[in-house]
């Protein structure tokens, strides 16, 4: 990539929302009330699916395991 190149930042698409790299999340749909509760960081993003990071541990996720515990900005319920 050169200087003049636009720089494009890996992103997950679904339910017609963006999500990138910084982003705060919470998973309504997960199997714990804790789980729920609690606010993730996207670290990484892309087509299939997110990394996220939350109280010191990672947290790979696929398109599949996202569409089943659901996603939110962490400033919605």
Request: aromatic residues 6%.
């Amino acid at each position: 990539m050169t200087d003049t190149e636009p720089r494009t930042e890996a992103a997950f698409d679904i339910d017609g929302r963006r999500y990138a790299a910084g982003d705060r999340v919470r998973f309504p749909n997960a199997g714990q009330r804790s789980n729920r509760a609690r606010i993730y960081e996207i670290t990484e993003a892309g087509v299939g699916g997110i990394t996220t990071e939350a109280g010191g541990c990672r947290y790979q996720l696929s398109r599949g395991d996202i569409e089943a515990i659901g996603i939110t900005p962490a400033d919605q319920k």
